[in-house]
């Protein structure tokens, strides 16, 4: 079973900053779509940010400004840099990844989850 790593995350207070990271395995050969959702203890899980196989990036409006995601190609890793942190910001992160062994076969997979609490 191909598993995400995930790490990055932790306790921080507001106003501070925190870098997640998750690296997908070398077996994933073509990786299309990355991106970081989060999900908040009584709420669904919903899209924090995202960058295309061309580097395009898409946010979330809550995120914006505050919020980077980059991806390093050669090693198979997706970032997520979070600056200007909010208690609201406060939720488990996991990374998704649409790929694959190779185009003609490609899934979606995520990460364990990793969990970021701001307090305030």
């Known amino acids: 079973q191909v598993q995400l790593v995930e790490s990055g995350g932790g306790l921080v207070q507001a106003g501070g900053s925190l870098r997640l990271s998750c690296t997908a395995p070398?077996?994933?050969?073509?990786?299309?779509?990355m991106g970081w959702y989060r999900q908040a203890p009584g709420k669904r899980r919903g899209l924090v940010a995202s960058i295309t196989e061309g580097g395009a990036t898409n946010y979330a409006d809550s995120v914006k400004v505050r919020f980077t995601i980059s991806r390093d190609n050669a090693k198979n890793t997706v970032y997520l840099q979070m600056n200007s942190l909010k208690p609201e910001d406060t939720a488990v992160y996991y990374c998704?990844?649409?790929?694959?062994?190779?185009?003609?076969?490609?899934?979606?997979?995520w990460g364990q989850g990793t969990q970021v609490t701001v307090s305030s």
């Open positions: 070398g077996s994933i050969s073509v990786i299309y779509d």
């Open positions: 998704s990844i649409r790929g694959g062994p190779n185009r003609l076969h490609t899934y979606e997979y």
